[in-house]
C-alpha cells in the first residue's frame, strides 16, 4: 500500500492536490502563501509536512480540509473535489482547544453533534476511546482538571468519534512538554497506524517527522512549494515499522536528520 | 471582586505543620478586621446621622434620622385611600426592574448577535451605538411620558438605560471568542448557526453575567427616575411625594429601601455567578 502513488491505477489515490496555490489578500497588497503544489497520497499512508514557519504548512492542512478554498487548482478526496469539510477529514488543532464549560465526554462529542450522527452511538464511541486512552475515569471531569497530555488525548478521540478516514496533525505536540511529547507521538502513530488512517502531520520537529511518518515533504519558505518528497525506511529484521522513540535510535535516524536539516536551509538570523 | 481562598493543599496527606495552622490563624484574622472594619464604618455612618441632626449641627428637616426610619415604614405600611403601602410601592419598582434588565438582556442578546451574524450591519451601526450609549438617556424621560403613557414610560426608561451598554458589552464578548476555537467548529463542518450556538455563545456566558450585572443596576436608575416623572406608585414616585410635601422621613425611608432591594439583586447575581462558574 505505501507508495502506489501512481496516477494511472483505476483507484484514485485517497487524497490528491493538482497544482494547488493559495493567495491571501490584505489592504497591504496580497501575498502568495503556496504555489504550484502538487502531492499525491494513498490510503493508509502516514506523511508529515516540514518546513519553517510562516511557509504555508497549516494553510495546506487548512485547504485540504475544506475550510479554505484555494485560489488555484484543485484539492480531490477519493477523486471528487473538495468544495469544503468533508466527514472523511480529522484535523487535530496545535491546542487541544477543549470547550471549558463541557464535561471530557460532551467535549469529545462535539464533532458527532455538529455532524448530526447518532448521539448514542457516538457517545459510546468516545466512551470505548477514552476509556483505550486511560481516560475512562474522567468522563465526566472538566477539561481544567486534565493534565496537558490529557487533554490533547481528549482532542485526539475527539477527532477520531466521527470516524474520518484521513487525519490531519497540525503541530499537536507542540504545546506540550519535551517527555510527554515523545509519549503521546509515539502513542498516536501507533493509533492512527492500528486503524489504518491516512495522516498528515505538519510540524517543524525534524525529529518528530523521521520518527512518526513513513515519508517525508519539505516545503521551502513562501511562496511554500514542495522541495523534496522521500520515503523514509528503516531495516528491520522483519520489516516492522518502528515506534517513533526505537526510530531515534537507529543509525537511518541521523542520516534522514541531516538531509532534511539541510534541505530546510535553516538560517540562523542575529 | 471574587476572592481565592481556601485554595487546596496540593496532593498532602501530611497532618497540617504549625506553621501552616498558624498562617491560617493569620489569614482568619485578616479577614475579621476588614468585616470588622466595614461593619464599624457603617455603624459610624448611622451614628453620625442620628447624633448631627439631633445636636443641630446640621437640620434635621433636610436628614431626617436613622431611628424615624422605622416608625415611618410600619407608618407607611397601612394603605390609606391617597397612599397604596409602602409594600405595593416597593414590589411596583422590583416589579419593574426586573422587567427592565430581563428585555434589556434578551433584547441584548438578539441584537448582539445580529450583529455578530452581520459583520457589515456592525460596522454601519456602530457609531450610531457608542452615540446612543454616550447620550443621557434621562433626558428623555418627559418625551417617554408623552409617547408611552404613565406606567409604559418607566419601563421604556429603564430599557433606554440599559439597552445600549448591553448590547456593546455582549457583542464584544462575542467578538472575544477564542478563533481557535471557532476554527474546530468548522474543522467539523459546522454551520453559522451552530457556531453561534455551539461556539460562540456558551464561551460568553461571563461575559452575560458581566452584562447581567451592569444591568441591574443601570435598570434600576431608570425606574426610579421614570417613576420621578409619571407615577403614582414605586419607591421613585415616594422620594419625589416625600421631597414635595417636605417629609426627609418618608424621602429617607425609600431610600434605604432602594439601598437593600439593590444589595439584594446584586446577591442574587453573585449567587448565579457562583452557580455558573463552579460549573465551569
Given at each position: 500500500?505505501?507508495?502506489?502513488?501512481?496516477?494511472?491505477?483505476?483507484?484514485?489515490?485517497?487524497?490528491?492536490?493538482?497544482?494547488?496555490?493559495?493567495?491571501?489578500?490584505?489592504?497591504?497588497?496580497?501575498?502568495?502563501?503556496?504555489?504550484?503544489?502538487?502531492?499525491?497520497?494513498?490510503?493508509?499512508?502516514?506523511?508529515?509536512?516540514?518546513?519553517?514557519?510562516?511557509?504555508?504548512?497549516?494553510?495546506?492542512?487548512?485547504?485540504?480540509?475544506?475550510?479554505?478554498?484555494?485560489?488555484?487548482?484543485?484539492?480531490?478526496?477519493?477523486?471528487?473535489?473538495?468544495?469544503?469539510?468533508?466527514?472523511?477529514?480529522?484535523?487535530?488543532?496545535?491546542?487541544?482547544?477543549?470547550?471549558?464549560?463541557?464535561?471530557?465526554?460532551?467535549?469529545?462529542?462535539?464533532?458527532?453533534?455538529?455532524?448530526?450522527?447518532?448521539?448514542?452511538?457516538?457517545?459510546?464511541?468516545?466512551?470505548?476511546?477514552?476509556?483505550?486512552?486511560?481516560?475512562?475515569?474522567?468522563?465526566?471531569?472538566?477539561?481544567?482538571?486534565?493534565?496537558?497530555?490529557?487533554?490533547?488525548?481528549?482532542?485526539?478521540?475527539?477527532?477520531?468519534?466521527?470516524?474520518?478516514?484521513?487525519?490531519?496533525?497540525?503541530?499537536?505536540?507542540?504545546?506540550?512538554?519535551?517527555?510527554?511529547?515523545?509519549?503521546?507521538?509515539?502513542?498516536?502513530?501507533?493509533?492512527?497506524?492500528?486503524?489504518?488512517?491516512?495522516?498528515?502531520?505538519?510540524?517543524?520537529?525534524?525529529?518528530?517527522?523521521?520518527?512518526?511518518?513513513?515519508?517525508?515533504?519539505?516545503?521551502?519558505?513562501?511562496?511554500?512549494?514542495?522541495?523534496?518528497?522521500?520515503?523514509?525506511?528503516?531495516?528491520?529484521?522483519?520489516?516492522?515499522?518502528?515506534?517513533?522513540?526505537?526510530?531515534?535510535?537507529?543509525?537511518?535516524?541521523?542520516?534522514?536528520?541531516?538531509?532534511?536539516?539541510?534541505?530546510?536551509?535553516?538560517?540562523?538570523?542575529? | 471582586?471574587?476572592?481565592?481562598?481556601?485554595?487546596?493543599?496540593?496532593?498532602?496527606?501530611?497532618?497540617?505543620?504549625?506553621?501552616?495552622?498558624?498562617?491560617?490563624?493569620?489569614?482568619?484574622?485578616?479577614?475579621?478586621?476588614?468585616?470588622?472594619?466595614?461593619?464599624?464604618?457603617?455603624?459610624?455612618?448611622?451614628?453620625?446621622?442620628?447624633?448631627?441632626?439631633?445636636?443641630?449641627?446640621?437640620?434635621?428637616?433636610?436628614?431626617?434620622?436613622?431611628?424615624?426610619?422605622?416608625?415611618?415604614?410600619?407608618?407607611?405600611?397601612?394603605?390609606?385611600?391617597?397612599?397604596?403601602?409602602?409594600?405595593?410601592?416597593?414590589?411596583?419598582?422590583?416589579?419593574?426592574?426586573?422587567?427592565g434588565?430581563?428585555?434589556?438582556?434578551?433584547?441584548?442578546?438578539?441584537?448582539?448577535?445580529?450583529?455578530?451574524?452581520?459583520?457589515?450591519?456592525?460596522?454601519?451601526?456602530?457609531?450610531?451605538?457608542?452615540v446612543a450609549n454616550a447620550m443621557p438617556k434621562t433626558a428623555f424621560v418627559p418625551i417617554f411620558y408623552l409617547w408611552l403613557g404613565a406606567?409604559l414610560s418607566i419601563y421604556g426608561m429603564s430599557l433606554a438605560i440599559s439597552l445600549f451598554?448591553?448590547?456593546?458589552?455582549?457583542?464584544?464578548?462575542?467578538?472575544?471568542?477564542?478563533?481557535?476555537?471557532?476554527?474546530?467548529?468548522?474543522?467539523?463542518?459546522?454551520?453559522?448557526?451552530?457556531?453561534?450556538?455551539?461556539?460562540?455563545?456558551?464561551?460568553?456566558?461571563?461575559?452575560?453575567?458581566?452584562?447581567?450585572?451592569?444591568?441591574?443596576?443601570l435598570?434600576?436608575v431608570g425606574v426610579v427616575v421614570g417613576e420621578f416623572q409619571s407615577?403614582?406608585?414605586?419607591?421613585?414616585?415616594?422620594?419625589?411625594?416625600?421631597?414635595?410635601?417636605?417629609?426627609?422621613?418618608?424621602?429617607?425611608?425609600?431610600?434605604?429601601?432602594?439601598?437593600?432591594?439593590?444589595?439584594?439583586?446584586?446577591?442574587?447575581?453573585?449567587?448565579?455567578?457562583?452557580?455558573?462558574?463552579?460549573?465551569?
Amino acid at each position: 500500500m505505501v507508495g502506489s502513488r501512481s496516477n494511472t491505477s483505476a483507484v484514485p489515490p485517497k487524497l490528491e492536490l493538482r497544482d494547488v496555490a493559495l493567495r491571501y489578500f490584505g489592504r497591504e497588497g496580497e501575498t502568495e502563501a503556496l504555489r504550484g503544489i502538487s502531492l499525491s497520497i494513498a490510503a493508509g499512508e502516514f506523511v508529515a509536512i516540514i518546513g519553517q514557519s510562516g511557509c504555508g504548512k497549516s494553510t495546506l492542512l487548512s485547504l485540504i480540509s475544506g475550510i479554505l478554498r484555494p485560489t488555484g487548482g484543485a484539492v480531490l478526496i477519493d477523486g471528487r473535489p473538495v468544495a469544503g469539510p468533508s466527514r472523511k477529514v480529522g484535523y487535530m488543532l496545535q491546542q487541544d482547544y477543549l470547550f471549558e464549560w463541557r464535561t471530557i465526554l460532551e467535549n469529545a462529542v462535539l464533532g458527532a453533534e455538529i455532524q448530526g450522527l447518532d448521539m448514542a452511538a457516538a457517545r459510546q464511541r468516545a466512551t470505548a476511546l477514552l476509556t483505550r486512552y486511560g481516560l475512562g475515569q474522567f468522563l465526566n471531569h472538566r477539561p481544567r482538571q486534565l493534565s496537558g497530555g490529557m487533554r490533547q488525548r481528549v482532542a485526539l478521540a475527539r477527532t477520531l468519534v466521527t470516524e474520518p478516514d484521513i487525519v490531519l496533525l497540525d503541530e499537536p505536540f507542540s504545546a506540550l512538554d519535551s517527555q510527554t511529547r515523545l509519549a503521546l507521538a509515539d502513542e498516536v502513530a501507533d493509533i492512527l497506524r492500528r486503524e489504518r488512517k491516512t495522516a498528515i502531520l505538519v510540524t517543524h520537529d525534524i525529529g518528530e517527522a523521521i520518527g512518526m511518518a513513513e515519508r517525508v515533504i519539505v516545503l521551502s519558505r513562501r511562496p511554500g512549494q514542495v522541495k523534496s518528497d522521500r520515503p523514509i525506511r528503516f531495516a528491520t529484521p522483519n520489516g516492522a515499522r518502528l515506534s517513533p522513540l526505537a526510530a531515534r535510535g537507529t543509525p537511518e535516524f541521523n542520516g534522514y536528520f541531516n538531509t532534511l536539516w539541510q534541505e530546510l536551509e535553516v538560517h540562523v538570523e542575529g | 471582586m471574587s476572592k481565592v481562598e481556601g485554595a487546596p493543599l496540593i496532593g498532602q496527606s501530611l497532618a497540617p505543620s504549625a506553621e501552616y495552622l498558624a498562617w491560617l490563624r493569620a489569614e482568619r484574622r485578616d479577614q475579621l478586621t476588614v468585616r470588622g472594619a466595614q461593619l464599624a464604618l457603617l455603624l459610624v455612618f448611622l451614628v453620625l446621622w442620628e447624633v448631627l441632626p439631633r445636636a443641630q449641627i446640621i437640620n434635621p428637616l433636610f436628614t431626617s434620622y436613622p431611628s424615624a426610619l422605622w416608625p415611618t415604614f410600619v407608618e407607611l405600611l397601612q394603605a390609606t385611600p391617597q397612599q397604596a403601602s409602602i409594600l405595593t410601592h416597593t414590589w411596583s419598582t422590583v416589579l419593574a426592574t426586573v422587567v427592565g434588565f430581563t428585555a434589556a438582556m434578551a433584547l441584548g442578546i438578539a441584537i448582539a448577535a445580529a450583529l455578530w451574524w452581520w459583520q457589515g450591519l456592525y460596522r454601519v451601526l456602530d457609531p450610531y451605538l457608542v452615540v446612543a450609549n454616550a447620550m443621557p438617556k434621562t433626558a428623555f424621560v418627559p418625551i417617554f411620558y408623552l409617547w408611552l403613557g404613565a406606567s409604559l414610560s418607566i419601563y421604556g426608561m429603564s430599557l433606554a438605560i440599559s439597552l445600549f451598554v448591553t448590547v456593546l458589552m455582549i457583542y464584544n464578548g462575542f467578538q472575544g471568542t477564542d478563533p481557535n476555537k471557532v476554527k474546530l467548529a468548522q474543522t467539523f463542518g459546522a454551520s453559522k448557526a451552530q457556531i453561534l450556538t455551539k461556539v460562540v455563545l456558551p464561551g460568553s456566558v461571563p461575559t452575560l453575567i458581566a452584562a447581567l450585572k451592569v444591568n441591574v443596576g443601570l435598570s434600576l436608575v431608570g425606574v426610579v427616575v421614570g417613576e420621578f416623572q409619571s407615577a403614582n406608585l414605586g419607591l421613585g414616585y415616594l422620594i419625589q411625594y416625600g421631597s414635595q410635601i417636605f417629609k426627609l422621613n418618608i424621602v429617607m425611608t425609600a431610600i434605604t429601601i432602594l439601598a437593600i432591594v439593590s444589595s439584594v439583586m446584586y446577591l442574587a447575581i453573585s449567587w448565579l455567578e457562583a452557580a455558573v462558574m463552579r460549573r465551569r
